[in-house]
T-cell receptor
Framework: KAGVTQTPRYLIKTRGQQVTLSCSPI?????VSWYQQTPGQGLQFLFE???????NKGNFPGRFSGRQFSNSRSEMNVSTLELGDSALYLC??????????????FGPGTRLTVL | GESVGLHLPTLSVQEGDNSIINCAYS??????FIWYKQESGKGPQFIID?????DKRQGQRVTVLLNKTVKHLSLQIAATQPGDSAVYFC???????????FGTGTKLQVIP
């Protein structure tokens, strides 16, 4: 069974631009969560989607948004990029939310650099 | 607010020795904890978890200890190997949703 895939793996953008990152969960997994990882802040929760609905959201500005499609694939979008948005963006999938035994499987991440 | 923190940013261990990575948390209502391993260029990988109604759980070469009195948990790795070199995160599950709050991470360096 293929793992969580994220595309692209690396991305370079300039300030003010917008970016869309994609995540394909493990087949059969319906819950997708997004995290931002930076050296200074560590791993921080962005949001979580299940059945095309955002069920939980972290403390990030409205420039960060996401969506989930009917096939459980998810995208996140960052508009008006700032230098501080440079980070590794991780996607994690699980069978379903709400059950603590549902292990999250992480993808390799998308490394975003904002110049 | 809740927070999860780690005591040491870097830990160097001789190959074959045991490693102990510590983590403190502040939310006394936390009821589920996870240890993750993150190798360079990869996403975090689940190692072991523990619920608050337990004080110890063992896996293959790993043991997690939970002390709810002082809100502290630790990850013990037996006979540390070069492949154990990675950053280790403790994390707290918020319950109900797929939200995991991560600590800052400890980098484990295994000296051959």
């Amino acid at each position: 069974k293929a793992g969580v895939t994220q595309t692209p793996r690396y991305l370079i953008k300039t300030r003010g631009q917008q970016v869309t990152l994609s995540c394909s969960p493990i087949s059969g997994h319906r819950s997708v969560s997004w995290y931002q990882q930076t050296p200074g802040q560590g791993l921080q929760f962005l949001f979580e989607y299940f059945s095309e609905t955002q069920r939980n959201k972290g403390n990030f500005p409205g420039r960060f948004s996401g969506r989930q499609f009917s096939n459980s694939r998810s995208e996140m979008n960052v508009s008006t990029l700032e230098l501080g948005d440079s980070a590794l963006y991780l996607c994690a999938s699980s069978l379903a939310p709400g059950d603590v035994s549902n292990e999250q499987f992480f993808g390799p991440g998308t490394r975003l650099t904002v110049l | 607010g809740e927070s999860v923190g780690l005591h040491l940013p870097t830990l160097s261990v001789q190959e074959g020795d045991n490693s102990i990575i510590n983590c403190a948390y502040s939310n006394s209502a936390s009821d589920y904890f996870i240890w993750y391993k993150q190798e360079s260029g990869k996403g975090p990988q689940f190692i072991i978890d523990i619920r608050s109604n337990m004080d110890k759980r063992q896996g293959q070469r790993v043991t997690v200890l939970l002390n709810k009195t002082v809100k502290h948990l630790s990850l013990q790795i037996a006979a540390t190997q070069p492949g154990d070199s990675a950053v280790y995160f403790c994390a707290e599950w918020s319950g109900g949703y797929q939200k995991v709050t991560f600590g800052t991470g400890t980098k484990l360096q295994v000296i051959p």
